[in-house]
């Protein structure tokens, strides 16, 4: 485990930009943090990182973004608003694991039974100066 100190969004979009480097076909990624801690900042970093240069935004519709132009796709996923696993299922959420991109995802933990085995977790959390990013 390994802790990064941003003090700014700019600095969490380059960490993130530079984690992205890491990341192989297959690859979840759960975001952890509370409401507004920066999980999604992270999301348009990694996005970055990957060569993507469509805006990255908060997911509504489907609950799910899809990114094609990068070094590998893209799944965006917020499930905040997700009422069940049961309709996540329905609605295709574990075909985005298996279909060899990369999955990031916010609120996992309404997803628990849907989730990949082997998921990697970035933690971030807001601090006096900025936030924690743990990894
Ligand atoms: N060091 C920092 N890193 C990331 N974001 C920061 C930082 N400092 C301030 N912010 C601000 O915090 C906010 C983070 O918002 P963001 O939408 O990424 O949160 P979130 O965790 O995705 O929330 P939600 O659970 O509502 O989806 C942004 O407005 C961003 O500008
Ligand atoms: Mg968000």
């Known amino acids: 485990m390994a802790v990064f100190v941003s003090h700014s969004e700019e600095e969490t979009l380059c960490w993130a930009e530079t984690f992205a480097k890491t990341l192989k076909a297959g690859d979840t990624v759960l975001l952890e943090g509370e409401m507004g801690a920066g999980k999604t900042v ?21 609950y799910i973004n899809s990114y094609e132009e990068g ?23 574990g075909e985005y694991f298996q279909a060899g991109g990369v999955c990031l995802v916010e609120w996992s933990e309404r997803i628990p039974s849907l989730l990949p085995a082997d998921c990697k977790v970035i933690k971030i959390k807001k601090t006096v100066g900025g936030r924690e990013i743990e990894f």
């Open 71 to 93: 070094r590998l796709p893209l799944y965006h996923f917020d499930c905040y608003r997700v009422a069940s696993e049961d309709y996540a299922c329905a609605l295709g959420f």
């Open 42 to 62: 992270l999301a348009k970093g990694i996005a970055r990182g990957l060569g993507i240069r469509a805006e990255v935004t908060s997911p509504t519709y489907a």
